[in-house]
């Protein structure tokens, strides 16, 4: 039980690096001021960010139960 609770925090993990690592990052400086405004101007396309932090959420959640069953077994 103790080697699949395991498996499964690595693989939420793996996840959470990948999911982060998927995800755009906010700008700074100028340029970003430049893109911000202009973001906001013509509109930005969120959906994919929008599931990418959900998806974060889920596999952080998925990796603290995975953490907590493994302290308790």
Do not use: N, P, W, Y
Not at 17 to 40: D, F, M, R, W
Request: glycine share 12%.
């Amino acid at each position: 039980m103790k080697t699949v609770i395991t498996i499964l925090q690595v693989i939420s993990a793996i996840g959470i690096i990948g999911t982060v690592l998927l995800q755009s990052g906010k700008s700074a400086g100028l340029s970003g001021t430049i893109s911000g405004g202009a973001e906001h101007f013509f509109g930005k396309k969120k959906g994919i960010d929008d599931l990418l932090s959900r998806l974060t959420a889920i596999m952080a959640a998925a990796f603290l139960v995975f953490s907590l069953l493994s302290a308790i077994v």
